[in-house]
Nanobody
Framework: QVQLVESGGGLVQAGGSLRLSCVPS????????MGWFRQAPGKEREFVAA????????NYADSVKGRFTISRNNADNTMSLQMDNMAPEDTAVYYC????????????????WGQGTQVTVSS
């Protein structure tokens, strides 16, 4: 069974940083674009960032541009999301996604999803 395993969530104060990681269970994920989405209580799932399969192209939601950085290391089979200058509105469950053909913000284009990791930013 294909799995995406996220790690790195937790509690941080406003202005602080966290780094999320996603490790696919199969190296075939190297052929796909990957992304991060988040969902806060009572809100719909929203796009955060995406990266193409080579890592040469990235895409960010306006709300995180300049604060979050997505990257991938295909040699190590990992994808990361560096989150800096965090704000309380970043509080959500963050999901790793894979299976898209491009770094698209549309969640329906991603075939595979992780279980999610909780990120809480206190004010």
């Amino acid at each position: 069974q294909v799995q995406l395993v996220e790690s790195g969530g937790g509690l941080v104060q406003a202005g602080g940083s966290l780094r999320l990681s996603c490790v696919p269970s199969r190296r075939t994920f190297l052929t796909y674009a990957m992304g991060w989405f988040r969902q806060a209580p009572g809100k719909e799932r929203e796009f955060v960032a995406a990266i193409n399969r080579s890592g040469s192209s990235t895409n960010y939601a306006d709300s995180v541009k300049g604060r979050f950085t997505i990257s991938r290391n295909n040699a190590d089979n990992t994808m990361s999301l560096q989150m800096d200058n965090m704000a309380p509105e970043d509080t959500a469950v963050y999901y790793c996604a894979a299976g898209s053909l491009s770094a698209t913000p549309a969640w329906k284009d991603y075939k595979y999803w992780g279980q999610g990791t909780q990120v809480t930013v206190s004010s």
